[in-house]
């Protein structure tokens, strides 16, 4: 360290260090802070612009006489526009930078999200709003890669949280403002306004964020990457770590970027993943849109407690403010399952966190066809929405350990892609099974959930407490210990005394094997 004496003949190996040891070393603090803030607001604003989709559009059947086919398209053009742009910006971000991708994409995504308010046909609204979906996808992939690549090991998981908290957070936001302006003759428009706030916000935010450590790392450019962990070092009070920062040598002479992620040994984790992912989210927004529709529909006799009986000031059917007030306890419902996830993942693993949480959300789907109470009805789908909250939440924090960095955020960016397929078609097929029979929109989760279980037991490697690959294109002379993943030993954090004892390298783990 920088105020410890060296021996010139002892100490030249002793002062090269990897990434992934000066992340480790360094610890977690205030500047962490900063980014857990940038990507949470990130994280808000998305919430609130796909939750915006179901709140408004009884609405827009009203006042543009659209019909179910064409209310059903709007999620459905979102997030497919979500799959392009994640799977594109996955692939600039891996050749351009984390920072730079997210920047941009947030100033298309304010400005496309804010105009949809002021659109004038069925048309252009469609236009708009599959535009901000195209940024929603670009971001949300990315934010997660460069959140997962700047904090330690034993932080991912409370990062993730984090995120998924302020998730909430946005969906509480955009229903309680759904409550005071929806019942105006422009309320849905206002609603689109205020879903815009948190973009305006997260702009500045992301300006004061530094570009992703492993990222100018595997790009060669390591005297940046040096400053910013310097950096990082001063805002959290420790001290810096000093001597040569290094890359080691990769093994894998391709860069394809996509193309790697089906070729060995990525091929069997990258199936795998795609058909779970793609289930999991299919269904977790599939639910987003379905309770709603349960509600007006009376579906179990749901309707003995929330009844669509509400009209605007141009007579248009709205949902009622204890149907918003509904919603918005939903929202808050998906927290012990993002708290859960966690905490499982660290303790007993990514892979049992994903089993249980397929086959409990199975179960528990399929008792939704059993019409019993709708207080049984409403415990069932607080246990659903929790399965499929861990569900999700595991497979972001599971995706980008998955992959080398040189390769990661393609990878997430495509497995989201994917994955808003599965959005696609679960929300669309959502909204059109609930306009003939809500129990047929059931009966399809339950045949993509058997499959999406069952995919869940072939996973092979578990993640936990293994440092991120750096997979880099530096020449330089790696030391001996090369290829051998850095794993989490006991380690104080917070202070000034740090220890190179807190960061073990395992032998047993090679990156072939990974």
């Known amino acids: 360290f920088e105020d410890e004496p060296s021996d010139s003949s002892t100490n030249s190996k002793a002062k090269r260090y990897t990434v992934s040891e000066c992340i480790e070393l360094i610890g977690y603090g205030k500047y962490h802070w900063k980014v857990v803030a940038t990507m949470g607001m990130m994280s808000a604003a998305d919430s609130a612009e796909i939750w915006i989709i179901g709140l408004i559009s009884l609405n827009l059947m009203c006042e543009w006489n659209i019909s179910a086919a064409q209310k059903a398209a709007v999620p459905g053009t979102v997030f497919l526009f979500m799959s392009v742009g994640s799977w594109l910006s996955g692939l600039l971000s891996d050749i351009y930078g984390r920072r730079k991708i997210m920047l941009i994409v947030y100033y298309i995504f304010t400005v496309a999200a804010g105009a949809s308010a002021f659109s004038w046909s069925y048309p252009v609204f469609l236009i708009l709003r599959g535009i901000a979906g195209f940024c929603i996808g670009a971001n949300y992939g990315v934010s997660i890669c460069y959140s997962a690549e700047m904090v330690p090991i034993t932080k991912r998981a409370f990062n993730l949280l984090l995120l998924d908290i302020l998730w909430c957070i946005g969906g509480v936001y955009i229903c309680f403002c759904a409550i005071f302006v929806m019942p105006y003759e422009w309320g849905w428009r206002y609603l689109i306004l205020l879903a815009a706030l948190p973009c305006l916000i997260t702009i500045p935010l992301l300006h004061i964020c530094d570009e992703s450590v492993r990222f100018l790392a595997v790009k060669g450019r390591l005297q940046e990457a040096k400053q910013i962990c310097d950096k990082i070092a001063e805002q959290n009070n420790t001290n810096k770590v000093a001597g040569e920062l290094f890359c080691p040598v990769s093994k894998h002479t391709s860069r394809s970027l996509n193309a790697d992620l089906f070729k060995q040994p990525f091929r069997r984790r990258t199936l795998l993943l795609v058909v779970c992912f ?93 019409c019993i109470h709708p207080v049984v009805i409403y415990i069932n789908l607080l246990l659903v929405i929790n399965f499929f909250g861990i569900s999700v939440a595991t497979l972001w924090l599971y995706v980008p350990e998955n992959y080398p960095t040189y390769l990661r955020s393609s990878a997430t960016g495509a497995h989201n892609g994917f994955s808003k397929v599965g959005a696609a078609l679960g929300t669309f097929l959502t909204e059109y099974l609930d306009s003939v029979k809500i129990s047929h929109s059931i009966t399809v989760l339950v045949v993509v959930l058997i499959i999406s279980s069952v995919s869940t037991v072939f996973f092979q490697l578990e993640t936990k407490g293994m440092s991120l690959l750096d997979d880099c294109h530096s020449s330089s002379e790696p030391p001996e210990s090369n290829d051998i993943p850095l794993h989490h030993n006991n380690r104080a954090e917070g202070n000034d005394e740090m220890s190179e004892t807190g960061i073990i390298q395992t032998i047993g783990h090679t990156q072939s094997e990974i």
């Not at 905490?343 to 089993?355: M, S, V």
Request: with cysteine; hydrophobic share 45%.
């Open 278 to 370: 793609g289930a999991s989210v299919w269904v977790f927004y599939a639910f987003m849109y379905l309770l709603p529709d349960m509600m007006a529909d009376g579906y179990c006799h749901l309707s003995e407690w929330f009844q669509v009986t509400r009209k605007n000031s141009i007579g248009c059917t709205i949902y009622t403010s204890q149907e918003y007030i509904f919603l918005i306890v939903v929202n808050v419902l998906y927290l012990p399952g993002y708290i859960i996830s966690p905490i499982t993942a660290e303790y007993w693993g990514r892979r049992p966190t994903l089993w249980y949480s397929f086959w409990g959300g199975l179960g528990t789907t399929v008792l939704l066809l059993i």
